[in-house]
């Protein structure tokens, strides 16, 4: 059975993690708050609390499939500090048995001009943030 480890059980990662243990998956999940802790594992997932900032090497990575679920949070008061989180990631992974890396990133690296674009359209990033996050997706 194949081991996914999510990084970040928040809105988007919590969902996501119930629907792969539905699955039949192993599923490794991290939070940053303490007090999610109990509701993680009493839905079956191996919790792990972790804080990017002071992250180091862990079983967490000890998974076939990652996810990151990491928000670029508004109150980055170093528009750079999501990059920087996600190096540390990915430095970690380096030695890692993760085959498969999922990356989810925002909308909000587009122009807001009602243009659809495709991952490989080329386009001037509206923002900083932007910037950063359409980087870390590469």
């Not at 919590?14 to 509701?39: C, D, H, M, W």
């Not at 528009?79 to 999922?102: E, G, M, T």
Request: hydrophobic content about 35%.
């Amino acid at each position: 059975m194949q081991t996914i480890s999510l990084l970040g059980c928040g809105k988007l990662g919590f969902p996501l993690a119930l629907e792969l243990l539905n699955e039949r998956f192993y599923v490794k999940g991290s939070t940053t708050t303490a007090s999610k802790i109990e509701q993680l594992k009493q839905s079956g997932i191996i919790t792990y609390l972790i804080n990017i900032e002071e992250f180091t090497e862990s079983d967490f990575f000890n998974s076939d499939i990652l996810v990151l679920t990491l928000p670029y949070k508004k109150s980055f008061s170093d528009p750079n500090s999501y990059k920087k989180q996600i190096k540390k990631v990915c430095d970690s992974l380096r030695y890692s048995s993760i085959k498969h890396i999922i990356f989810t990133s925002s909308s909000s690296v587009y122009p807001k001009d009602n243009k659809v674009y495709l991952p490989t359209d080329k386009f001037i990033p509206p923002s900083t943030r932007a910037e950063i996050l359409l980087d870390c997706e590469q």
